[in-house]
């Protein structure tokens, strides 16, 4: 990249590129955008977005344009929203939010509306949640969870709901709850058997939700465990070759998922190791390393099958380097 990032996002765009945007560098906050082409294996430096931002979420629309929500500069926390055209790489702003939030998530409904989920304004932990209409570019408010929440994850199931799991509010959290999106409404499911925050949560290709790793109390946690959306309840599936939080997954074509990087702070390393679980088999296997230790980094699946790991940071500091799995 042309600048080393962590806490940025990266965002698949419809032409296969990869909108990789904000963060943190090694001296500042960062509005800079750049697109990694699939085709030539190169970045490209595209518009800046209206304010410096880390901690936010970026979403595609069903136009093909990218949302960008929330997060903070270090001094300022953020309640605005803006949009990335992918036809002219120009940003413009949007209506703001209903409240300043980072650490929160945003999915995308079936409808083609954008849920926004918990966070923290920088004084409290928010159990709040608002909902982005693409058509007339305004938010509104919805239900709020049953629970305070940030540094939890949302993943979208195949009847069109959203699972939350897991965060951080008064404590580490093993709740759950499900969104309803034709009726706004929240309702509680099954406890994770593991409180945890900053884990990772990815839909297998039978329906299953995967959970690996995070933190609690206890420090770093390398377990696993599968959601069922027809029973709503959670089973201990193998755990992963090392504990690991702040790190990344992503579903291959075979299937299988892929864990990336990510921290231990029970040895106090940062990690350069990667993994795969086999769904079938419901086992782990340890594959190739990553070039580079790193945390905070992303990890996206291209068009082409392959997996581009991009930024984070590692004893060197905040890291620009980029690697395809």
Known sequence: MSIG????????????????TGGQSNSDYLNSAELYNLSTGTWTITGNMSVTRQLHTASTLAN????????????????SAELYNISTGIWTITANMS????????????????????????????????????????????RNMSAIRCLHT??????GSILVAGGSGASYLSSAELYNPPTGTWTTTGIMNTARQLHTASTLANGLILVTGGQNSG???NSAELYNPSTGTWT???????????HTA?????????????????????????????????????????????????????????????GGYNSGGVSNRAELY
């Open 219 to 221: 420090g770093s946690i």
């Open 236 to 246: 201990i599936t193998a755990n992963m070759s090392v504990a690991r939080y702040y």
């Open 154 to 159: 949302a993943t979208t199931l195949a009847n």
């Open 99 to 142: 409240t300043i939030r980072f650490w929160h998530t945003a999915s995308i409904l079936t409808n083609g509306n954008v849920l926004v989920t918990g966070g923290s304004n920088g004084a409290i932990t928010l159990n709040s949640a608002e909902l982005y209409n693409p058509s007339t570019g305004t938010w509104a408010i919805t």
């Open 250 to 310: 992503s579903i291959l074509a075979n299937g299988q998922v892929l864990v990336t990087g990510g921290v231990n702070t029970d040895s106090g390393n940062i990690l350069n190791s990667a993994e795969l679980y086999n769904p079938s088999a419901g086992t782990w296997t340890t594959t190739a390393n990553m070039s580079i230790a790193r945390y905070y980094h992303i990890e996206t699946i291209l068009a082409n099958g392959k997996v581009l790991v991009a």
């Open 64 to 79: 093909g344009n990218v949302l960008v929500t929330g997060g903070d500069n270090g001094a300022i926390y953020h309640n």
């Open 5 to 20: 990032r962590e806490f940025h996002t990266a965002t698949t765009l419809a032409n296969g590129s990869v909108l990789v």
